[in-house]
């Protein structure tokens, strides 16, 4: 009997939390873009509040990463500002989808194109690596709103029916998603993105199995996936970091870095674990830069161990 109730249960959220992802992306879609950021930055801040375990978790990752540089009251302004921010990123991530071609490019803007043009002659497409920073979803709408052809590997939400809305959505851009499960078949799929000259849209700052490679991330050791540098090795694909910035006039800006230049020796194992670390200072830099549009919420530091003994910091992330 208590298998059946929490079965329907269940049953009950996932069909709840569709209708009511459903009324609002409706009434999102109906919103002006300013109206976007007033209620974007509401949004947020109602979730500061609410999602006590998120603020909770984006308060003891600010501690750990900027406590020796930061007060405790700017801590807690990043910490706000990073809520709001998200709000907005997913108040504008809904209406996307409907922007106008010459609308989207007008509110966001592409440095660094070059680049990718260039990284995309060589035919073994392009590994684009980023980080859950500033609007990351409107980014890959843009990419392919200037005509890339962009496969991204994504951990979908576990709701079923919001999952399958997300993911058409993005079909219906010409975005090819990746799941990152199961494993294997995520691999093989990326492996045939980038033999079709795909840009393949990664993020690096996922918090990542302990069998991952270990990495230096603001004084912590971190696993990392080294995904991406196994499949420039193996393929020939070059990898470019590329970073979504939200400008203060509600703009934005995708800045795309030249070709990362892998470090190669006789030892694969630790040319991938010392080209992951400095893909990763790369990312730090960046949210050093812009604290406030990185995803503090994310548990990036649960499995963090000291760099001196190697001893796990915490059971239990805060």
């Known amino acids: 009997m208590g298998r059946r109730k929490s079965s329907l249960r269940k049953i009950f959220e996932v069909h709840l939390g569709n209708l009511l992802?459903?009324?609002?992306t409706f009434w999102v879609r109906h919103l002006?873009?300013?109206?976007?950021?007033f209620y974007g930055e509401k949004l947020g801040t109602i979730a500061l509040y609410l999602l006590r375990k998120r603020k909770k978790a984006a308060l003891g990752?600010?501690?750990?990463?900027?406590g020796g540089e930061k007060s405790q009251e700017e801590i807690e302004q990043i910490c706000r500002n990073s809520f709001k921010n998200i709000g907005k990123d997913m108040m504008e991530t809904v209406h996307c989808f409907d922007f106008q071609k010459n609308d989207l490019k007008m509110l966001v803007k592409l440095e660094g194109k070059e680049y990718l043009d260039h990284?995309?002659?060589?035919?073994?497409g392009v590994i684009a690596l980023t980080a859950h920073f500033g609007n990351?979803?409107?980014m890959s709408v843009r990419l392919v709103n200037e005509g890339y052809a962009l496969s991204l590997v994504a951990r979908d939400p576990e709701n079923p029916r919001v999952a399958r809305m997300i993911v058409s959505a993005r079909n219906k851009v010409g975005m090819e998603s990746i799941p990152d499960k199961p494993r294997m078949t995520c691999v093989s799929r990326c492996l045939k993105a980038l033999k079709r000259n795909r840009i393949?849209?990664?993020?690096?700052?996922?918090?990542?199995?302990a069998t991952e490679s270990w990495v230096?991330?603001?004084?912590?050791?971190?696993?990392?996936f080294k995904g991406p540098i196994i499949f420039s090795l193996r393929t020939g694909a070059p990898i470019l970091p590329i970073f979504m910035i939200r400008n203060p006039d509600a703009h934005h800006k995708i800045t795309i870095h030249p070709t990362f230049e892998l470090t190669t020796t006789a030892n694969t194992q630790?040319?991938?674990?010392?080209n992951i670390a400095r893909l990763t200072k790369i990312v730090e830099a960046v949210i050093r830069e812009y604290p406030e549009q990185w995803w503090w919420v994310h548990r990036r530091f649960k499995r963090a161990r000291d760099p001196k003994t190697g001893e796990r910091l915490f059971t239990r992330h805060p």
């Open 136 to 138: 990351f979803p409107l």
């Open 32 to 37: 002006s873009l300013e109206s976007l950021q």
């Open 270 to 274: 630790e040319d991938i674990t010392s």
């Open 216 to 224: 230096d991330f603001f004084g912590y050791l971190v696993p990392t």
């Open 200 to 209: 393949l849209l990664m993020h690096i700052d996922h918090n990542a199995p």
């Open 119 to 124: 990284a995309l002659k060589g035919e073994n």
């Open 61 to 66: 990752n600010l501690h750990l990463a900027l």
């Open 21 to 24: 992802f459903k009324l609002w």
